[in-house]
């Protein structure tokens, strides 16, 4: 797949949960301060959305190659997404 946007996976900064990184480079931030309806932890719940938009986009991308190519609905393909799929949720809803 193609993509036009920075390449993931991104990650959240190790010292503020409100930036976002891939690798070295600095990607986004979940901005909280001045905005007075986002409270810090709602803030960090974002971040942790944006980092994983990599990952789902891509995860998008495979199921529907995957359903595309599947005769009917293989075990292993499914048992595979589903793994993938609960790790990108965790990953995008997981409190640190």
């Not at 799929?85 to 965790?90: G, M, N, P, V, Y």
Request: proline share 7%.
């Amino acid at each position: 797949m193609t993509t036009q946007h920075t390449p993931g996976p991104w990650r959240l900064s190790s010292g503020d949960e409100t930036e976002i990184f891939s690798g070295a480079k600095p990607v986004a931030r979940a901005h909280c301060g001045g905005l007075t309806s986002v409270k810090l932890p709602e803030a960090e719940a974002n971040a942790r959305l944006i980092s994983a938009a990599p990952e789902l986009l891509a995860l998008a991308y495979d199921f529907g190659q995957m359903l595309t190519g599947m005769d009917p609905y293989s075990v292993d393909d499914a048992a595979i997404m589903r793994d993938k799929i609960r790790a990108i949720i965790a990953k995008a809803t997981a409190t640190p």
